[in-house]
Structure formats: C-alpha cells, structure tokens
C-alpha cells in the first residue's frame, strides 16, 4: 500500500485510496513543508518576491506527485484528449497525471512544450504523440505568476492545430495570471490560491515553534 507523507498529527493514509478532499489537505500541508519558503528571491518573471514555492519539491515527492496526478485529474474538463505543458515545471505534472488516468483505464497522452525547437531532427517544439489536429488539450502548470508559461505552451499547441480548453495550475501566487489567462479566452482554476498556502504554513509554523518551545 502505498502511502502518504506523514502529516502533522503523524497520520499516516493511502494516497491511492482516500476520498480527495482529504488527498487536497495533505497536498497543501507537502506544499508547506517541501515547497514553500519566506525570504528575498527573485522570480523567473524579474519580480522579487518576499515569498518562493518550489513547486518541483511537491512533483517530484513519489507520493506529492501520486496526490497531484489524481486531483489534477479529477479537475480536468471532461471533454481532454490529452494534457501537456511547458518544460521544465510541468514535465512531472503532466506525467503523473498521464500516468494516474492509466490506472483508472483512461488514455490521456502527456505533451512536454520546448522553450526552444529542438536542435536537430524535425525542429519541433512538442514532445509526445501525435495527436489528431482538433484534439482538446488541458495546458497543466505547477506555479502561476504572470502566466506567461502556461501561455506560451498554449500559443504553441495552438499553431500545431490543437485546441486549449483550459489552463489548471497547482499554485497561483495571485499577480495577474487569472487576468492573462481571461485575456485570451482561456478557463483558468489552481487547486491552491497563495493566500491559502501562507494562511496554513503559519499554522504550522506556529505549532512547530510552541513544540520546541515546550521540549
């Protein structure tokens, strides 16, 4: 069986098995304790920040990764053909979420979005299968800033004759992403606003802190 990370109150569950709405409390609580940091960072958007997520900290866990192909696909629109997104942060998105509609019987392809063509070969900027020219795809992202990333990836899937049908981000840190993404038309839902990752990491870091006070 496998299962998940341990919890605050050390309980332990299966993160195959347990309704989502408790896999989502789990999920946000690995968000606070693997991804998120307070500090001076400077973001890939040339924003500073007092705040950063590594969201990679989250997709890469074996079992943050199980949590986030299974919720990520219970949110998708029913009519995807597939799910794709810009490398490097959506390359395990898109993989577990693949992965996880596998298990459950359902083929759902993932497509990794270059930055740049590929330098030899055919020069293309989509990895994965073909898909027929129309198929619905879902743009998957694990931090949203500006949404510029998610909308080069669409813009790109876009020219190659597919159609977006929506944006879904793991983490949307609120500086102007929603609005990008209603400019060009494109449905947007994250599973986490920041809002709510800051409100439960100070929860946490309170009781860690009263926890040492105490030894």
């Known amino acids: 069986m496998t299962e998940i990370f341990r919890s605050p109150n050390e309980v332990s569950i299966s993160i195959a098995t347990v309704d989502?709405?408790?896999l989502r409390q789990h999920l946000l609580d690995l968000f606070?304790?693997?991804a998120y940091r307070e500090g001076d960072f400077l973001l890939t958007s040339g924003q500073r920040?007092?705040?950063y997520i590594n969201g990679k900290q989250v997709t890469l866990h074996p079992q943050g990764a199980l949590a986030v192909g299974r919720i990520v696909l219970s949110?998708?629109?029913?009519?995807t053909d597939a799910v794709a997104g810009l490398t490097l942060g959506a390359d395990p998105i898109v993989t577990a979420v693949s992965v996880v509609a596998a298990y459950e019987g359902r083929s759902l392809p993932a497509l990794i979005i270059r930055k740049e063509p590929k330098g030899h070969g055919t020069r293309a900027y989509i990895e994965g299968l073909d898909l027929p020219a129309g198929s619905r795809i879902t743009v998957l992202e694990d931090v949203v800033t500006t949404g510029q990333s998610a909308l080069k990836a669409a813009e790109r899937l876009q020219q190659a004759g597919y159609q977006v049908n929506g944006v879904i981000a793991l983490v949307d840190r609120q500086q102007g992403g929603t609005e990008c993404y209603q400019?060009?038309?494109l449905p947007?839902?994250?599973l986490f606003q920041i809002t709510e990752i800051q409100q439960r990491?100070?929860?946490l870091h309170a009781s860690k802190t009263e926890v040492e006070q105490h030894k």
């Open 183 to 185: 400019q060009a038309g």
């Open 20 to 22: 989502l709405a408790t």
């Open 201 to 203: 990491w100070a929860e």
């Open 188 to 190: 947007f839902q994250p």
């Open 32 to 34: 606070c304790q693997a």
């Open 49 to 51: 920040s007092s705040y």
């Open 75 to 79: 949110q998708l629109p029913a009519d």
